[in-house]
T-cell receptor, first 112, second 119 residues
Framework: GQQVMQIPQYQHVQEGEDFTTYCNSS?????IQWYKQRPGGHPVFLIQ?????EVKKQKRLTFQFGEAKKNSSLHITATQTTDVGTYFC????????????FGTGTRLKVLA | DTGVSQDPRHKITKRGQNVTFRCDPI?????LYWYRQTLGQGPEFLTY????????KSRLLSDRFSAERPKGSFSTLEIQRTEQGDSAMYLC?????????????????FGPGTRLTVL
């Protein structure tokens, strides 16, 4: 079945450093969504990418969807302590159903 | 608060008992999803509805799991004969299916979850 892996699993950075998480799917995705989950909280939607090679920015966050629509990345510039949490990618395949498969997540800790 | 509510927030039960969880989505949302999340893992897809139709169910689920969404509004997830391995956070999410035209996304709004502990 479809699998979505994320690397790294954990990342500790000093405040002000950059951070990147990578998402890789075993199959082609129709879209990719990114979510952030704070400790003890529920996933919160960040963004959706649909087009091959698409790049979107939200302030310090940059999201990219690969040309083959099988991988994606999230880059945070100059991390802040408010960026702490686990970042998940999620997407569904091209079979026509909306069965979202979530990635394994990258847990980010920001040291002040 | 996303507008998606789940009840109960916590459930402790003994192995072998049946449990039922409820999810109330955002009122105009036509899609409703159920996920299971264990510590350190991403949400695992269980099933989803479009209006009242259950369109997909994970093969990971055994016959002990069933979900309903009568009238396309709230949904219930029932687990029969619970096992210790069923202990997890059960998350519900709702979304508004994108129209063929327009720029809306299939944003999933998650509820706070129901934490199930099976003793």
């Amino acid at each position: 079945g479809q699998q979505v892996m994320q690397i790294p699993q954990y990342q500790h950075v000093q405040e002000g450093e950059d951070f990147t998480t990578y998402c890789n799917s075993s199959t082609t995705l129709s879209n990719i969504q990114w979510y952030k989950q704070r400790p003890g909280g529920h996933p919160v939607f960040l963004i959706q990418l649909v087009k091959s090679g698409e790049v979107k920015k939200q302030k310090r966050l940059t999201f990219q969807f690969g040309e083959a629509k099988k991988n994606s990345s999230l880059h945070i510039t100059a991390t802040q302590t408010t960026d702490v949490g686990t970042y998940f990618c999620a997407g569904y395949g091209t079979s026509g159903t909306y069965k979202y498969i979530f990635g394994t997540g990258t847990r980010l800790k920001v040291l002040a | 608060d996303t507008g998606v509510s789940q009840d109960p927030r916590h459930k402790i039960t003994k192995r072998g008992q049946n449990v039922t969880f409820r999810c109330d989505p955002i009122s105009e949302h036509n899609r409703l999803y159920w996920y299971r999340q264990t510590l350190g893992q991403g949400p695992e897809f269980l099933t989803y509805f479009q209006n009242e139709a259950q369109l997909e169910k994970s093969r990971l689920l055994s016959d002990r799991f069933s979900a309903e969404r009568p009238k396309g509004s709230f949904s219930t997830l029932e687990i029969q004969r619970t096992e210790q391995g069923d202990s997890a956070m059960y998350l519900c999410a709702s979304s508004l299916a994108p129209r063929p035209t327009g720029k809306s996304t299939d944003t999933q709004y998650f509820g706070p979850g129901t934490r199930l502990t099976v003793l």
